[in-house]
Every structure is written in structure tokens, then in C-alpha cells.
């Protein structure tokens, strides 16, 4: 079965630049995460969404950050201008959902350097 | 407000000894507390998970425990083995109705053989 997939790998790009991410989840997976990974630090939670719904979005910067879930399945997160402070790797992750607890399982990420 | 701590950045053991990973987390109202591991250039691996409603989970290898009394999770493998050698990262999901969760900083484990 396969993982939860991202593109790209790594993306180098100028400041003020826009940059986005792709992220497939786990198929049958109802809920899918994004977090952000800086360096020396754990994973820190973006944007979860159920099915299509972004349910919990407190720790997106709204200003330069978006995310979509169209149709329930693929995601996108995008910045844009991106800032130096911008540079970390973006993971993304789905779980099953619904009631009772189930393990997110996590894609390899995306490390973004802004230059 | 850092609400999952891993205090020890680093850990080396000898292959066959045991390893203790521990965390410390200050948020009442987690409701399950997860281990990941995490290799170079990959995504977080779930390893293990607890209940707070328990107090100790066995999966082979791993163990983990839990005193709410001190909000304090510890993970314990043992034997060691070189391919244990990885970031280990806590985390804490706060409540029934999120899947959110919050991680600490990461241990990063040495095992040599």
C-alpha cells in the first residue's frame, strides 16, 4: 500500500517568490495534516482538514499561507511571498479520522529553502 | 508556551543495553500520548502509542510509561540496536475531538555497536 506521498523534495527559491506543495494522502484517509518541521524542533501543526474541511487552521499565517483539499483527497499548501523565516521542511500526514484514536501517518516532506 | 518537552537532545547507548527516552508535557487535557522516530531525509514513523488512561503499553522492543502524577512519559527500548538510531519525538493529542498533535523537540538516539 502506498504511504503518503509530497512533491517536491526540497525546493530552493528567492525570497518573494510563491512556492507550492502537493500532498497525497493514504487513500481512505478522511483527514490529512499539514505541519511545519524547523530545524532542531518537533513538527508543528498548520492546517488539518476533515474530508474537505479545514477544521482547525489557528496556526496558519494567513497572510502568506494557503492550503486546499479539493474533492476530500489531494492537498496544496502554498506561500506566497515567501519570507526567509519561511525555510523548514513541510510535512504532511493523514489519518483514518473519526471516532476513537488512529495513528497520522507522514509523507517524507518537502525542505524549503528561501535564499 | 512549550506544552511537550524533550529535554535531552541526544542519547547514546550500547548495542543490547536499554534506552530511556523520556518526556515531560504540561497540558491536562491530552488524552494519548505518541512516540515517533524519525530517520534523516524521511517523515515521522508512529512507533507507539498510550492511553492516558493507562499507565504502561508493550509493543516487542518497546515500552512505554506513563505517570500522569508527574506528566511524565518515558519510552524504553530494549535490547538496543544500531538500527534504532533515529530523532525519537513525543507528542500529546489534546482531546477526543482533534487528531492535532503536539510534539516535543526530538531525542536523537545513538546506538552503537
Known amino acids: 500500500e502506498a504511504g503518503v506521498v509530497q512533491s517536491p523534495r526540497y525546493k530552493i527559491i528567492e525570497k518573494k517568490q510563491p512556492v507550492a506543495f502537493w500532498c497525497n494522502p493514504i487513500?481512505?484517509?478522511?483527514?490529512l495534516y499539514w505541519y511545519r518541521q524547523n530545524l532542531g524542533q518537533g513538527p508543528e501543526l498548520l492546517i488539518r482538514?476533515?474530508?474537505?474541511?479545514?477544521?482547525?487552521d489557528s496556526q496558519l499565517p494567513k497572510d502568506r499561507f494557503s492550503a486546499e483539499r479539493l474533492k476530500g483527497v489531494d492537498s496544496t499548501l502554498k506561500i506566497q511571498p515567501a519570507e526567509l523565516g519561511d525555510s523548514a521542511v513541510y510535512l504532511c500526514?493523514?489519518?483514518?479520522?473519526?471516532?476513537?484514536?488512529?495513528?497520522?501517518?507522514f509523507g517524507q516532506g518537502t525542505r524549503l529553502t528561501v535564499v | 508556551d512549550q506544552q511537550v518537552k524533550q529535554n535531552s537532545p541526544s542519547l547514546s547507548v550500547q548495542e543490547g543495553r536499554i534506552s530511556i527516552l523520556n518526556c515531560d508535557y504540561t497540558?491536562?487535557?491530552?488524552?494519548?500520548f505518541l512516540w515517533y522516530k524519525k530517520y534523516p531525509a524521511e517523515g515521522p514513523t508512529f512507533l507507539i502509542s498510550?492511553?492516558?488512561?493507562?499507565d504502561k503499553n508493550e509493543d516487542g522492543r518497546f515500552t512505554v510509561f506513563l505517570n500522569k502524577s508527574a506528566k511524565h512519559l518515558s519510552l524504553h527500548i530494549v535490547p538496543s540496536q544500531p538500527g534504532d538510531s533515529a530523532v525519537y519525538f513525543c507528542?500529546?493529542?489534546?482531546?477526543?475531538?482533534?487528531?492535532?498533535?503536539?510534539f516535543g523537540q526530538g531525542t536523537t538516539l545513538q546506538v552503537k555497536p
Open positions: 500526514a493523514s489519518s483514518l479520522g473519526g471516532q476513537g484514536f488512529t495513528e497520522a501517518f
Open positions: 487513500s481512505g484517509h478522511n483527514t
Open positions: 482538514y476533515e474530508n474537505e474541511e479545514a477544521v482547525d
Open positions: 497540558n491536562s487535557m491530552f488524552d494519548y
Open positions: 498510550i492511553s492516558s488512561i493507562k
Open positions: 507528542a500529546g493529542k489534546p482531546g477526543v475531538n482533534t487528531g492535532k498533535l503536539i
